[in-house]
């Protein structure tokens, strides 16, 4: 998985920039898998957009708990840099 960048371009030219970070793992804000290169990114944004995967199928995601990995998230943003959280944000399930 690698950090996902583009632009959202209105028709008054305005644009809004994203990074889609997916994969973020506990320990990220220690550059255990590819933590820094992804966390790097997020020190640009002015909004954070947490998608959280809300399902609770057993077959698919066991013992999973969606609060859990907000939490387990925003932990790691928190450890990386604790301005990060401070920002705006949005959370989807």
């Known amino acids: ?21 997916p994969g973020l793992i506990e320990g990220a804000h220690i550059n255990k898998g590819l933590g820094h290169k992804f966390l790097k990114h997020i020190e640009r944004t002015k909004i954070l957009l947490y998608l959280i995967d809300g399902s609770l199928d057993p077959t698919f995601t066991k013992n999973r708990n969606p609060y859990q990995d907000y939490v387990t998230l925003k932990n790691e943003l928190e450890l990386y840099d604790k301005d990060i959280t401070k920002k705006p944000s949005i959370i989807v399930s």
């Open 1 to 21: 998985m690698h950090p996902h960048m583009g632009k959202l371009r209105y028709k008054d030219d305005q644009t809004l920039s994203l990074a889609d970070l």
